[in-house]
């Protein structure tokens, strides 16, 4: 004798029908009919059990995976068939939309995850059971509205007694919606709008990107003042407008030293005259605050050395620098 209480059949016309939408007055006036073995049901609307349906013959019985599939199935078709709109939600990966223009886009570094969405009802014109006689082992296709797209395989993964009743492979190249379905209440909970990815909804084989400004690099904001004098901050990659200081500046990556930076860009650009960064005693250890006179033994003034009777610039550094000018990215602000 089955034990299965049912919240959900089926009509005459073979419309989904749950319990809760029964009184005793409507439960007289229907009939309805099992999910799974479509023999009739009769709603038990009883003050202590909770509202269910059962066989009107109760020696019936019905196995569990076959009703949750077919739940399952009328339930995914209703949806998609009756909606304007099937929103997936997925976490995908964002590419910063400025990829095409930017100096320092790196494939590797800038993109993020995030939480997107699409529809796809545009794309696809109908839900059906699939044939036997198919070669995909799936429940549901979605059909593509035009003759070049690709079809989305549904499948609904039935656990019984918390185990996976039928096992499907899936194919590497196909793109499915997978659901792992252990009671009706999964039924109801992932298969809504919108479908939102999740352990027990997979999105399989979807390759959806997105973009968008993204703030993934660090850089070297370097400013070149009419004094002679410079300035080196870190900036992200995106804060790329000039400042309002009277001053050239530039954007460099930050795998070049502010001083490797500075000598080159500084020549190239006609910035630098008779300045310390030229000057052979000039001395550099990594930080902006680091640099110093070899002679003096203190902090240089990074200006205009007209006055410093010790000057004297390296030309062989000067030229070994200017060579590595083509090796580090480098954006102009003006």
């Known amino acids: 004798m089955s034990d299965i209480k049912y919240r959900y059949s089926v009509d005459v016309d073979g419309c989904l029908v749950s319990i809760d939408k029964i009184d005793k007055k409507t439960r007289m006036e229907n009939t309805y009919k099992c999910i799974a073995c479509e023999k009739e049901l009769i709603p038990r609307l009883g003050e202590v059990r909770q509202h269910h349906f059962a066989h009107k013959d109760a020696s019936i019985v019905c196995l569990p995976e076959s009703y949750l599939r077919k739940l399952s199935k009328i339930w995914f078709m209703k949806i998609f068939n009756e909606s ?17 223009k930017c100096v320092f886009y790196k ?7 995030d939480e997107c969405s699409v529809d796809i009802r545009p794309y696809y014109n109908k839900c059906s059971t699939i044939k036997q006689s198919s070669e995909f082992d ?18 609904f993964n039935i656990y019984v007694d918390g185990i996976l009743k039928n096992k499907r492979d899936l194919l590497g190249n196909v793109r499915y919606i997978v659901f792992d379905i252990y009671s009706e209440n999964d039924v109801c909970d992932y298969i809504k709008l919108p479908l939102m990815q ?4 997979r999105l399989v084989n979807f390759k959806f990107k997105s973009k968008r400004i993204l703030n993934k690099r660090k850089l070297n904001r370097l400013r070149f003042y009419s004094s002679g004098k410079m300035f080196c901050n870190s900036v992200c990659c995106n ?42 005693y000039f001395r550099f250890i990594g930080n902006y605050d680091d ?35 083509d090796c580090f990215k480098c954006k102009p602000l003006f």
């Not at 099937?86 to 964002?94: A, M, S």
């Not at 799936?138 to 509205?145: F, M």
């Not at 006055?307 to 060579?323: H, N, P, V």
């Open 198 to 201: 999740s352990d027990k909804c």
């Open 138 to 155: 799936a429940d549901l296709i979605l059909e593509p509205s035009t003759e070049k797209g690709d079809p989305i395989y549904i499948i």
């Open 107 to 113: 494939s590797n570094e800038c993109w993020d995850e």
């Open 239 to 280: 804060d790329d407008k000039p400042s309002q200081y009277r001053c050239r500046e530039f954007l460099i990556e930050q795998n070049v030293t502010w001083y490797e930076a500075a000598i080159t860009i500084g020549i190239k650009y006609g910035l630098l005259q008779q300045s310390c960064v030229k000057c052979k």
């Open 84 to 100: 304007d709109r099937f929103i997936l939600r997925y976490i995908g990966r964002v590419i910063c939309n400025s990829d095409k």
């Open 291 to 325: 640099a110093f006179c070899a002679i003096n033994q203190s902090q240089p003034v990074l200006g205009y050395t007209k006055t410093c009777s010790c000057y004297s610039e390296k030309q062989e550094k000067i030229d070994e620098l200017l060579k590595k000018y």
